[in-house]
């Protein structure tokens, strides 16, 4: 079965930093465009990462740029995301996501929407002082 875990989620402060994990499992995430995505209560899904395991082409969303950084373990089944400096509007649920891309070069917005996508459940980043 094809699954996305993310964890790592929690409430901090203003400031500071978290990183989120994702753990692919059933499949390999090459041929997989993969991305970060959130949702706050009452707003529309942002994405705000993503990454093209074919040419390793990285995209942050303007809001999270310089702040957020994405890398991927030595297995290549899990990849992180290192938030720094966070703020209260980042208070969100976070998804990780693939979408099936084995000849994408580049990369805007990964949901997991597509044919052969997968999202995992999401995990809790809650920002405030």
């Known amino acids: 079965q094809l699954q996305l875990v993310e964890s790592g989620g929690d409430s901090v402060q203003p400031g500071g930093s978290l990183r989120l994990s994702c753990v692919a499992s059933g499949f390999s995430l090459d041929h997989y465009v993969f991305g970060w995505f959130r949702q706050a209560p009452g707003k529309e899904r942002e994405g705000i990462s993503c990454v093209s395991w074919r040419t390793y082409y990285t995209h942050y969303a303007d809001s999270v740029k310089g702040r957020f950084t994405m890398s991927r373990d030595s297995s290549g089944n899990t990849v992180y995301l290192q938030m720094n400096s966070l703020q209260p509007e980042d208070t969100a649920v976070y998804y990780c996501?693939?979408?099936?891309?084995?000849?994408?070069?580049?990369?805007?917005?990964?949901?997991?929407?597509?044919?052969?996508?997968?999202r995992g459940q999401g995990t809790q980043v809650t920002v405030s002082s």
């Open positions: 996501a693939v979408d099936w891309a084995p000849t994408s070069d580049t990369c805007t917005v990964v949901l997991g929407n597509g044919p052969y996508g997968v």
